[in-house]
């Protein structure tokens, strides 16, 4: 399936996913790893399965991204795209610049999704899962720095129905705040990325229900 007409394709071409590896490798993971202690568990659960999968995570930390995208084997970060919020990523221009929007896409392959409502715009999530490509999703559509898991938004267990694809729980936890979570400048945080075991979803389930269990299995983790 090819992508949509109307959406860039070019943060999944081979250029833009080597320059991407190569800033994570060389730049933003040795980055992060100067202020945070990462570790993951769960990985076996992805051994299981074979990609494409959707990623739907808590949203707890500024650099939510980058701790699951480190905590990934390389065969399935490689092949992330991550579903950005519409207005707060790709809405927003900078010297009439969307830069934000292109930093996204360069950086994770991020795209504009709506988690609200019954009908999110599903092409893109759609030819990206049918060409291969497992999708993170933040469900909660906010960001809980300091607070308890949110509510899910509807959203997820929209695309994990029709799509068919396995959903694979994420629970990032943040044991001590690092700079970015309100801890001292000159302090470590340290952090835990959790993968649970995939959920599968057949097309005549109630997305609501789908969204139900998606929270609950996160917040288990």
Known sequence: MTLPSTAPSWSTRLPARWARAL????VLEPFVRTFYDLSSTGRTNLARI??????????CAHLDN????????FRWRSRLAIAAATQ???GKRHFGLPIKGMLARL??????????????????????????????LYPEGRLTIGEA?????????IVAVESGVPVIPVRVVVV??????GGPRLSRGR?????GAPLRFPITYDPAAATTEIAAAVAAL
């Open 50 to 59: 074979d990609p494409p999968a959707i990623f739907a995570a808590n949203h």
């Open 176 to 181: 001590t705040p690092g700079p970015w979570e």
């Open 191 to 195: 952090t835990i990325v959790k993968f």
């Open 88 to 90: 707060d990523i790709f």
């Open 107 to 136: 950086l994770g392959n991020g795209f504009p999704f709506s988690r609200r409502g019954k009908s999110p715009r599903l092409a893109y999530f759609r030819a990206l899962l049918a060409r291969g490509w497992s999708v993170l």
């Open 149 to 157: 898991i949110g509510p899910f938004l509807p959203g997820v267990g």
């Open 23 to 26: 800033i994570w490798q060389f």
């Open 66 to 73: 980058g701790f699951i995208i480190m905590s990934l084997p």
